[in-house]
């Protein structure tokens, strides 16, 4: 019974977040009249006025994403590694424990898979971006 309660409160929570995301998406895009022309320190783009002295960064949003993913999987990797050497250094230091040597080697196991995924991510993050750029070169 409890959980009919939690997955009908979570039903209620979603729909009201998609209702909100509507509503506000609506406003944002088209409810309200675009002004006809800009004046002061903003630019007119597809009718509607944008601020142009803001002080933030003129990169793109993609190449913004773009690093950010590429600081994450370097971290990934680099966790990635650590615990590969942790897990070497569980193995050495087993001293004839069959328990802590298949701890050990598991570990090593998952800190491999961990690294070959945070590899496979960058070099999906690399692929995607250079066919949505058009770009030959890999």
């Known amino acids: ?36 022309n800009c004046t002061g320190d ?24 773009s690093s950010v993913l590429t600081w994450i999987l370097g971290i990934f990797g680099f966790l990635g590694i650590i615990s590969f050497v942790i897990s070497g250094i569980l193995y050495l230091t087993a001293a004839g424990s069959v328990d802590q040597e298949k701890r050990a080697k598991k570990a090593m196991v998952m800190s491999i898979i961990g690294v070959i995924i945070g590899i496979s991510g960058l070099v999906i993050i690399y692929a995607v971006s250079k066919m949505l750029n058009a770009t030959p070169d890999f």
């Open 1 to 36: 019974m409890e959980n009919r309660k939690k997955k009908l409160a979570s039903i209620i929570i979603l729909s009201l977040f998609f209702a909100v995301n509507i509503f506000l998406t609506l406003h944002v895009f088209g409810l309200e009249e675009p002004p006809a």
């Open 42 to 65: 903003f630019e007119n783009v597809g009718g509607v006025c944008i601020p142009t002295n803001t002080g933030l960064s003129d990169t793109p949003v993609q190449e913004i994403i």
